[in-house]
Nanobody, 123 residues
Framework: QVQLVESGGGLVQAGGSLRLSCAASGRTFSNYAMGWFRQTPGKEREFVAAIDGSGGRTYYADTVKGRFTISRDNTKNTVYLQMNSLKPEDTADYYC????????????????WGQGTQVTVSS
């Protein structure tokens, strides 16, 4: 089992920044690829960004490329999502997820999920 706890969400004005954190516990963190997804009511969970276990490879949805940065600190068992130039359409619940070894942009590929943190971007 891997336990994931997100933090850092909140209310921000358009153009602002937020940094989400996801703290992991339970297994060897570096063995797990990590992903960030987001979801709004009535919609499916949407891929945002992913990173492999070493942090050497990253992937982004086109909608956030150039604005968001995913990173990880394996010494702190934490993955981050730095979100800049936020837009109202970025408003959603953000979830981090862990998958053993394999990076994926697909939510069903991930075995472990956090409880989510809410991000609201006002116009």
């Amino acid at each position: 089992q891997v336990q994931l706890v997100e933090s850092g969400g909140g209310l921000v004005q358009a153009g602002g920044s937020l940094r989400l954190s996801c703290a992991a516990s339970g297994r060897t963190f570096s063995n797990y690829a990590m992903g960030w997804f987001r979801q709004t009511p009535g919609k499916e969970r949407e891929f945002v960004a992913a990173i492999d276990g070493s942090g050497g490879r990253t992937y982004y949805a086109d909608t956030v490329k150039g604005r968001f940065t995913i990173s990880r600190d394996n010494t702190k068992n934490t993955v981050y999502l730095q979100m800049n130039s936020l837009k109202p359409e970025d408003t959603a619940d953000y979830y981090c997820a862990a998958n053993y070894r394999i990076v994926s942009t697909r939510a069903p590929s991930y075995d472990f999920w956090g409880q989510g943190t809410q991000v609201t971007v006002s116009s």
